[in-house]
């Protein structure tokens, strides 16, 4: 059996569509580490992992390389390393792995926006052609009292910039991540920006408490109010109806969403409205999860 020289720190992170991916933890943890809804990291410190660790660990693979495909680069924020040591990992990459057709990583949009574009570029030409990014919301208010470290400004100018250099975006929206205080201008801002940023791909992700509510609402900056599961759908179909994508990929089927939806915004965005239209009006008919009830 073949064992690379690779040491994870764990709890190891990556999104569902990398489930086939060679992970390289280059970063460890995050650099904010500060979201009110996030713990991913919370049992880490952020450390830059040194370059010479990360090429005896590429090299490890030497002996499987054929096989690797797609790489994605953790822990949490890999782009706020500086573009010639970026560029120095990728250069590996790519000397080591010759059938590699996508790098992708975590990025935050400050990350994004404090790069130029032809920084972006060199990065995107060396391979990087995929960031996931969680936006979570568009609007400035709501992004200030979970202390994302992230304005509307912000977020729209670092995807503008690296869409700019031809690196396609991931981007994801948090459900109820205001509650009912803030839900409408969560949608519609949040709507807004993905309609600016006309990223490749966009997700809805649910908003969980792995630590229970009351948590979550230590760290929430004002009053917050959970949403039972149908609020949830209102705000998703205030989200879907006001947003004018063109070629989007849309995925709203992780396992933190109570009804699985998929197709391309804008060719089927009535037959997604139409599906969470009825399980509004219909849900115990509309194949939700099984814990679809609570809070009602």
Not at 1 to 13: G, K, N, R, S, V
Not at 122 to 138: D, K, P, R, T
Not at 157 to 171: F, Q, T, Y
Request: with cysteine; aromatic share 10%.
């Amino acid at each position: 059996m073949y064992y690379p020289a690779i040491e994870y720190d764990y709890p190891l992170f990556r999104p569902p569509s990398e489930a086939n991916s060679l992970i390289l933890q280059i970063t460890t943890g995050c650099s904010w580490n500060k979201c009110a809804f996030c713990e991913m990291y919370s049992e880490k410190s952020f450390k830059s992992k040194a370059f010479e660790q990360i090429q005896k660990e590429i090299e490890s693979f030497k002996p499987v390389a054929d096989k690797i495909k797609k790489i994605f680069l953790a822990d949490g924020d890999a782009m706020v390393l500086k573009t010639d040591k970026l560029l120095k990992i990728l250069d590996e990459i790519n000397k080591t792995f010759p059938k590699v057709r996508r790098i992708s990583s975590y990025a935050k949009p400050k990350d994004l926006k404090n790069k130029t574009v032809e920084e972006l570029k060199s990065l995107q030409a060396a391979g990087l052609n995929l960031i996931y990014v969680g936006l979570e919301s568009g609007d400035s208010e709501l992004l200030g009292i979970i202390n994302k470290g992230e304005d509307y400004e912000s977020s729209r100018d670092g995807l503008i910039k690296s869409r700019e250099a031809g690196i396609k975006s991931s981007v994801m929206i948090l459900n109820g991540l205001g509650g009912l205080n803030y839900w409408k201008q969560h949608a519609l801002n949040s709507a807004k920006i993905v309609n600016e940023i006309q990223p490749e791909f966009l997700s809805t992700l649910v908003l969980s408490f792995p630590f229970g509510v009351n948590h979550y609402k230590k760290k929430f900056q004002t009053e917050f109010v959970e949403m039972n599961t149908l609020q949830l759908f209102e705000e998703l179909y205030l989200f879907l109806e006001n947003t004018n994508l063109q070629t989007t990929v849309f995925r709203s089927d992780h396992a933190s969403n109570y009804l699985a939806l998929k197709g391309i915004l804008s060719k089927d965005k009535d037959q997604l409205l139409e599906k969470l239209r009825y399980a509004i009006l219909h849900p115990e008919q509309s194949g939700l999860r099984k814990e679809w009830q609570r809070g009602l």
